[in-house]
């Protein structure tokens, strides 16, 4: 097996546990947290795909929390939840955390620059930030598509 | 004002109806309804259908709901009837299994399994009474959570317990606070220091090479991954008011994780 299955079975792995553990950290009911574990996985080894087929992180992240979406909506007469908590749950991973605090970090950076250093920690602070509101917006996008498309149907 | 906090205002309030519920009751219920959703961080357009959907079935001709982050507005019709009622929201959070009881409580309603009195009562019983996952789990799940964010940002496996730790005693520290009833920014950044703080000492400790990661790993717990999202859906499906409010209220939170991250930061990466 070669170091990009190994990448993608890594990410998608620790992905599913970060989905899990925010599952129960939102009081997920227990018969869906396997499923959000799974949909956590999925999320995290298409992102990472993507991104191995040098796509950026805020298209990589649409096409993944597109792809949980799709598959919950696809399923969702199987199940007894309405909503889209699994694809919500599962996208959670993707959320960029760490760049929106890094972003934030080189703005207070900002104030302490010595002259020279201005731009960099402006330029920085400014990307991070735009790939933050990128990465969300296509988040967003993508699990909303699927809902707006095929609409669901009120339990008769 | 009613004696659950909800005001009442409006015209003509409905009078009873031999077939069931007064307008006024109807509203009441879909106020409660909307409000439980809105608390346990459902998107609006959800509360809107739910509502609806429950009201067409009590006999409304039509349902108007207006959801705001800290108020609901419903205004039923049903022929020359009409019934304009406010309910407050409070604090927001995620609870899906909340989620999950109030919308099978509507769908019982909206099947006459349930009378309008009883629905109220099981509603109003319902923060109470829904189930949820022991407390040392829950810290447990939130430090795995964190320490799997970890990896997946590039952390090393020795600063896998120490996120581990630090996470999970951040989250203890996050719910005896809110419990409490402490502010929600001040405890944001309570949390983010301390849970920054013991994963960078110990992740130092374990002689990790990727401090930073780990630090900054261990306060995800504290991104409103939920209300982000729901932000989106909101602003997409066209309420701009609702998404600019959750929206100011999410940058004052991570303001707040980023000046308690920060903070450990100095303490423990000066001189790295």
């Known amino acids: ?156 | 004002m009613r004696s659950n906090g909800i005001p009442e205002s409006g015209s003509r309030l409905g009078s009873p109806c031999a077939a069931g519920p007064s307008l006024s009751d109807v509203a009441r219920l879909s106020l409660s309804i909307g409000r439980l959703l809105m608390e346990f961080g459902e998107s609006a357009r959800m509360i809107n259908e739910e509502i609806a959907a429950l009201a067409h079935r009590l006999g409304c001709d039509s349902a108007e709901v207006y959801c705001q982050h800290a108020a609901i507005i419903v205004t039923l019709r049903r022929g020359e009837e009409f019934c304009v009622q406010m309910g407050k929201v409070g604090e927001h959070g995620v609870n899906l299994r909340g989620l999950e009881a109030v919308r099978d409580l509507a769908r019982r309603v909206s099947h006459g399994g349930l009378d309008y009195s009883a629905a109220q009562t099981e509603l109003d019983n319902t923060p109470g009474t829904t189930s949820s996952y022991p407390v040392w789990l829950v810290c447990l799940c939130t430090g795995l959570a964190c320490s799997a964010f970890g990896r997946l940002l590039g952390a090393d496996w020795l600063a896998f317990f120490p996120v581990l730790v630090g996470s999970a005693a951040g989250q203890w520290i996050r719910r005896a606070m809110l419990v409490r009833k402490k502010n929600l920014f001040i405890t944001t950044g309570v949390v983010s220091f301390v849970s920054a703080l013991l994963a960078g000492v110990g992740a130092r400790l374990a002689g990790s090479s990727r401090l930073e990661i780990a630090m900054a790993s261990a306060v995800l717990l504290l991104v409103p991954g939920v209300a982000v999202l729901n932000i989106q859906t909101d602003v997409i499906e066209g309420k701009p008011n609702l998404a600019a409010a959750r929206g100011l209220r999410v940058i004052y939170i991570l303001l707040f994780m980023t000046l308690g991250l920060i903070a450990a930061q100095r303490l423990i990466l000066q001189g790295i």
Do not use: D
Request: neutral net charge; hydrophobic residues 50%.
């Open chain 1, 1 to 156: 097996m070669n170091s990009f299955w190994i990448h993608i079975i890594h990410q998608a792995i620790f992905g599913g546990i970060a989905s899990a553990g925010f599952g129960i950290l939102f009081n997920c009911p227990p018969r869906i947290i396997l499923y959000c574990m799974g949909s956590g996985a999925m999320a995290l080894a298409i992102r990472t795909a993507c991104q191995s087929a040098n796509l950026n992180l805020p298209e990589s992240s649409f096409f993944a929390a597109l792809a949980v979406a799709t598959a919950e909506r696809v399923l969702q007469p199987f199940q007894q939840t309405r909503g889209s908590i699994i694809a919500l749950v599962g996208s959670i991973p993707m959320v960029p955390g760490r760049t929106t605090a890094k972003g934030l970090t080189n703005f207070f950076e900002l104030l302490q620059a010595r002259p020279g250093e201005e731009i960099a920690a402006a330029t920085n602070g400014m990307r991070n930030l735009l790939e933050v509101i990128l990465t969300l917006a296509a988040i967003g996008t993508a699990l909303a598509i699927p809902q707006l498309i095929y609409p669901e149907k009120q339990a008769e």
